[in-house]
């Protein structure tokens, strides 16, 4: 099965600054990848998320990248703001025919210090 | 939209008592989820249903987790007995899946409930 792996465990940048977290799959199939945001005690909501075939896509400050070659895929916060501060879920999704399921990274503590 | 609803959003029990948990997907949505999350093990996928058909169950931990989904609009996820360990947030979600499964569709969660069993 997918096995997704998730760097850095926690991550403080100052306001304003960037951050970047990585992620690595193991399923060449996969072909999906979503980002999730969750504060704390609040449900898991995605940001953003990129299909395989394209290898960028930028949503005002939140940006990802995905290497398909390499199997790895990032998340990139500019211009953070403390409302960014949260924990960060990567996901793959390999196609499996008649449905999809995601394997998640272990989450990112992102700490955006005023 | 009411999004994906769970209840209880709370529930504190004794070991060996059997605990229900409740989950109404979005409308119009053919795939649901059941997820655990621990500080120790992250958020795991137990179970999914597409069509209220179980796809896969190799998530659930043991014979003690049992899901059903009855229909378009209604899950249940069942401990029975439940034990200290199984204390964790369990997360339904619910996602439109195109068919021949050549598009992911967005997950939406649930709020989540929160189980503690003493």
């Known amino acids: 099965g997918e096995n997704v792996e998730q760097h850095p465990s926690t991550l403080s940048v100052q306001e304003g600054d960037s951050a970047v977290i990585k992620c690595t799959y193991s399923?060449?199939?996969?072909?999906?990848f979503p980002w999730y945001k969750q504060e704390l005690g609040k449900r898991p909501q995605l940001i953003i998320d990129?299909?395989?075939?394209?290898g960028e896509k930028k949503d005002q400050r939140i940006a990802v990248t995905l290497n398909k070659t390499a199997k790895h895929f990032s998340l990139h916060i500019t211009e953070t703001q403390p409302e960014d501060s949260a924990v960060y879920f990567c996901?793959?999704?390999?196609?499996?025919?008649?449905?999809?399921?995601?394997?998640f990274g272990s989450g990112t503590q992102l700490t955006v210090l005023p | 939209d009411a999004g994906v609803i769970q209840s209880p959003r709370h529930e504190v029990t004794e070991m060996g008592q059997e605990v229900t948990l409740r989950c109404k997907p979005i409308?119009?949505?053919?795939?649901l989820f059941w997820y655990r999350q621990t500080m120790m093990r992250g958020l795991e996928l137990l179970i999914y249903?597409?069509?209220?058909?179980?796809?896969?169950d190799s998530g659930m931990p043991e014979d003690r987790f049992s899901a059903k989904m009855p229909n378009a609009s209604f899950s249940t996820l069942k401990i029975q007995p439940s034990e200290p360990r199984d204390s964790a947030v369990y997360f339904c979600?619910?996602?439109?899946?195109?068919?021949?499964?050549?598009?992911?569709?967005?997950?939406?969660f649930g709020p989540g409930t929160r189980l503690l069993v003493l």
């Open positions: 409308s119009g949505h053919n795939s």
């Open positions: 399923d060449s199939a996969s072909n999906y």
């Open positions: 996901a793959a999704s390999p196609f499996s025919g008649s449905a999809r399921q995601l394997t």
């Open positions: 249903f597409n069509n209220n058909v179980p796809i896969d």
């Open positions: 979600a619910s996602s439109f899946t195109r068919g021949g499964g050549q598009l992911q569709e967005t997950q939406y």
């Open positions: 990129i299909r395989s075939n394209v």
